[in-house]
């Protein structure tokens, strides 16, 4: 049993502090957002993630699990101090390290005689050495015997506390073998590969491994929109390249592109770092104006399917940036509802779980609270989260509310054949002259 401070409440930090408490250690949550620790304490979960709600509140009645905005508590007898602070993209894509610093200070100002400062949020490479040089000059002439230590997270949102519990490796880097080997213990119930290796490479490999996913998807969005033109059909393309064991098959459904909290930020800062050092990261810069593209061509889609998208009322299905989360932050539906107001279009928009979150973002969008609210009056719909909820819709139901039978299934959920039977044009994405309006 160690005694764990978790700096930071977001998705990284919570998931991450619980899950440690799950294991049996005693776990202090900070948050400087009163509010956010506020809701915590009285057993409601800032975020939407399936499971954690109830894994908090088994750890809080065990006492393992506490949620404090006050540092010296949070700091007290601290053996582990965990920083998940977000790390906004500031200009020009370069992350903001403002949180980390603040947390940093802190942990030099309050730590005990020693600590192991560890390093969850994504920073640029060499964030780690800069984070040993703030507290060493904060701390001054008090001896603190402290190292740090970069490990990197892979939490999927929507499946974090099993991606947790179930991780793939758990990168740890430090330049203190010793330091990471004590990280490494915490994960060791959890029987999993622990890669050691230095502190640099090891904020490498998250860039890097977000960055690969991000290039497959724009990859397959690319083919995908090949496959339009030739008459071929992406998903099969897909599956076909996926049962080569180099390829997998993960990471390969095209759609309307990546988003979420990691992706776009994570490929920009790289860019930006790579830029910076005087590399050309054409690849990169390739896959981020790939997926931008993908979201231009759905309203292009559209616009050739109504002839011009003034005044026309558009369905969209699904606001969060992919399933399972209430997460917004650069959602292409976000994107292309904007794109389509732009061209006069009226925008319907239906979500299982974002609608609070979409109400401040979506000002001019009629939130209605079903599918088939959204459908009333509609000239189209566009399909842009692939819920569960929404694979096995009522296709009579929504076409006789609409007022012209089109949908654009921008997540390749359904089968075209099926949705055509009901009388609709069904348009896709990569689906060979299937998507053609
Ligand atoms: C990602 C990484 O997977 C995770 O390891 C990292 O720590 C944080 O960033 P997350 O942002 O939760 O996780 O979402 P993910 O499931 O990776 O999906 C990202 C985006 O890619 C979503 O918008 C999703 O819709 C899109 N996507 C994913 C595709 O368009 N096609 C795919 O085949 C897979």
């Known amino acids: 049993m160690s005694k764990i401070c978790v700096i930071g409440t977001g998705y990284v930090g919570l998931v991450t502090g619980t899950c440690f408490a799950d294991l049996g250690n005693v776990v202090t949550c900070l948050d400087v957002n009163p509010d956010r620790i506020n ?12 499971g954690l709600e109830q894994l908090v509140k088994q750890n809080v009645s065990a006492n393992r699990l506490s949620f404090t905005t006050d540092y010296p508590t949070a700091l007290k007898g601290a053996e582990y101090a965990f920083i998940a602070v977000g790390t906004p993209s500031g200009n020009d894509g370069e992350a903001d390290l403002r949180f980390v610093k603040s947390a940093a200070e802190a942990i030099a100002d309050l730590a005990e005689e020693s600590i192991l400062v560890i390093n969850k949020s994504t920073v ?15 701390r001054g002439n008090r001896p603190l015997n402290f190292r740090v230590v970069s490990n990197p997270e892979f939490l999927r949102e929507g499946s974090a506390i099993s991606d947790f519990m179930n991780p793939d490796r758990v990168v740890l880097g430090s330049e203190d073998r010793k330091a990471a080997n004590l990280v490494a213990q915490l994960y060791q119930p959890l029987r999993c590969t622990i890669m050691i290796t230095d502190l640099r490479t090891a904020e490498m490999i998250k860039y890097a491994s977000n960055a690969f996913l991000a290039t497959r998807i724009s990859f397959i969005n690319e083919i995908g929109n090949i496959c339009e033109e030739m008459g071929a059909d992406v998903r099969e393309v897909a599956l076909g390249m996926g049962y080569d064991k180099r390829i997998g098959h993960s990471f390969l459904d095209a759609g309307l592109g990546w988003g979420g909290s990691c992706f776009p930020k994570d490929v920009k800062a790289l860019e930006h770092m790579a830029v910076l050092h005087g590399t050309h990261p054409q690849l990169l810069q390739a896959v981020m104006e790939i997926n931008r593209n993908q979201r231009r061509r759905a309203v292009m889609k559209l616009r050739k399917a109504l002839k011009n998208l003034n005044e026309k009322t558009i369905g969209v299905l699904g606001i969060s940036f992919k399933p399972n989360t209430d997460d917004i932050r650069d959602a292409a539906a976000i994107e292309i509802i904007h794109l389509l107001e732009n061209e006069g279009a009226h925008i319907r928009a239906y979500d299982p779980q974002a609608m609070e979150n979409a109400r401040s973002v979506l000002k001019n969008v009629v939130l209605c609270e079903n599918p088939y609210q959204v459908a009333e009056n509609a000239d189209a719909l566009i399909l842009a989260t692939e819920w569960n909820e929404f694979k096995q819709l009522d296709f009579s139901r929504l076409k006789v509310l609409m007022k012209h039978p089109i949908i654009l299934d921008g997540r390749n959920l359904w089968d075209p054949e099926t949705v055509r039977s009901y009388g609709f044009t069904y348009i896709g994405v990569g689906r060979g002259n299937t998507t053609k309006p």
Not at 41 to 48: K, L
Not at 124 to 138: F, H, L, Q, S, Y
């Open 39 to 50: 809701k915590l304490n009285s057993g409601i979960m800032p975020i939407y993630e399936p």
């Open 124 to 138: 640029p490479v060499g964030t780690g050495d800069w984070v040993a040089e703030v507290i060493k000059n904060r």
